[in-house]
């Protein structure tokens, strides 16, 4: 991977500019220069804004110079000529662009002009511009009826694996390395919900539950009771709850018993996540289970009672074409998941991933992305699912989205809370996120990250959370 310097003769608009360069040249390191020569120079004289970038200019008269969606939108006509990529979003580069519509239809926006209104401002392609409505209008129906003033939903996290995946930034350990850190990181997860359960069991209502990672299913039988016994004695069964889901995510972890551990504590949904059902691709991502591996955990929860079942699938995964994706969908399709949640590959900087593009190893092909991707939409139609939620990240391949998909009545009401932020969200265990909300204002308190320095330091994250929840329940 090169260096790729861009030069600017203005000041404002950094974090915009590179992330937009950085999605067309996601295979670069790119540094933001005011001396020197850059390989793409950026200028703005007057109400000219020009783009140069070697021997090709782009120069555009800008109607208004303070604006900068116009500038964003000249740079990006620019950057799409020269690459010939295709961009669907146009110049959205945040994690919520469904957020715009979510707030157009508030003030009572019909779709052909919230649609209209992504197209001209963003240079959003309508079919995205569409998905934004219709997963907005979704959204807004379904926090309608499950959130009050002092509802809580709530995130547990087990930073614990068989192994590390090659594209994981995530906080997770593989457990085969740590399982001496297992019981005194289940000891201090289960003091943090305790004592924030006795801080605020007399005014507080729990919307949903999600058990996530890492992978909580690592954990051996008595562990994994453990924390699902406190978490229902807790806060579960003191609360007419919407969800409690528990991310199972890899099929090797997941056992008859465990499954039925998760069914006498009151879990209604759960996640088997293939990625891929590829096996070759599976090795070379560091997974330590097999296409049929999946098909026989998928079955096994079916036969113990469990009917919504999500499956995560990548697109973009290492050496995989759009032949391996219609293979996912096939496999996929013969299962029939109630729900199915695409992601599109993110190079995140402490992956494995990440690594191999820095040294060139790794090549992705955007408009084989493309493909991946209208593969999956295919898949979920013949499936009658219906998108239902969104977001984005940061240098994802080919710039598209994370969407979730399902039939009517088995969505994901916390993924759609977390998404939105209309809801307190209470988070517990090593990286968990609690999100307060103030009025307009979202205040985040961090739970360590490191497992050893939350295991050490509980007390004061405790604390704090109890802090940030007296805050709150004083509006």
């Avoid at 002009?113 to 807004?140: M, P, Q």
Wanted: charged share 30%; proline share 2%; with cysteine.
């Amino acid at each position: 991977m090169s260096k790729l310097y861009i030069k600017r003769d203005f000041e404002g608009l950094d974090y915009d500019l590179y992330n937009m360069i950085k999605m067309f040249f996601y295979e670069h390191d790119i540094e933001m220069i005011k001396e020197g020569n850059g390989h793409i120079k950026l200028s703005l004289k007057d109400d000219i804004f020009c783009v140069k970038v070697e021997e090709k200019e782009y120069s555009y008269r800008l109607i208004n110079k303070m604006d900068k969606d116009e500038i964003k939108r000249c740079l990006f006509i620019s950057l799409e000529d020269l690459t010939k990529k295709i961009m669907p979003w146009g110049t959205l580069v945040g994690i919520r662009p469904s957020k715009i519509a979510y707030k157009l239809i508030e003030k009572g926006f019909c779709k052909d002009s919230i649609v209209r209104y992504y197209k001209e401002n963003y240079l959003t392609h309508e079919d995205k511009a569409k998905l934004c409505y219709s997963v907005s209008k979704k959204e807004k129906d379904l926090i309608s009826k499950i959130i009050n003033k002092n509802s809580y939903s709530m995130y547990i996290g087990m930073p614990f694996c068989p192994s590390r995946c090659y594209y994981c930034s995530f906080t997770s350990n593989p457990i085969d390395k740590n399982l001496n850190l297992v019981d005194p990181y289940i000891n201090t997860l289960l003091l943090e919900i305790d004592e924030i359960y006795e801080y605020i069991k007399d005014d507080f209502s729990l919307s949903t539950v999600y058990f996530g990672g890492g992978t909580p299913t690592s954990i051996d039988e008595r562990q994994f009771e453990r924390v699902l016994k406190r978490i229902y004695d807790s806060f579960v069964k003191h609360n007419d709850i919407f969800e409690f889901t528990v991310e199972c995510g890899r099929a090797d972890t997941i056992t008859k018993e465990k499954l039925r551990i998760m069914s006498y504590y009151g879990v209604n949904r759960i996640s088997i996540n293939p990625q891929t059902m590829n096996d070759e691709t599976l090795k070379k991502i560091g997974r330590t289970h097999t296409v049929q591996d999946v098909i026989d955990a998928y079955n096994m929860a079916v036969n113990e009672g469990f009917k919504n079942i999500n499956m995560d699938l990548i697109v973009g995964l290492k050496d995989e074409t759009s032949w391996h994706m219609d293979n996912t969908c096939r496999s996929i399709y013969n299962l029939s998941p109630k729900s199915i949640t695409v992601h599109g590959l993110s190079v995140k900087r402490s992956s494995k991933l990440h690594e191999d593009i820095v040294l060139g190893k790794e090549s992705i092909y955007h408009n084989e992305i493309l493909k991946m991707y209208e593969a999956s939409y295919d898949l979920c139609l013949k499936l009658n699912l219906k998108p239902y939620y969104l977001y984005r990240q940061k240098n994802m391949i080919g710039s598209m989205e994370n969407i979730g998909y399902s039939i009517e009545g088995f969505e994901s009401l916390y993924n759609i809370l977390i998404m939105e932020e209309k809801q307190n969200i209470l988070a517990f265990g090593c990286d968990g996120v609690s999100k307060f909300i103030f009025g307009d204002e979202i205040k985040r308190q961090k739970n360590i990250k490191d497992l050893r320095g939350y295991i050490k330091d509980v007390n004061k994250l405790i604390e704090d959370k109890k802090s940030y929840i007296e805050l709150v329940s004083k509006g």
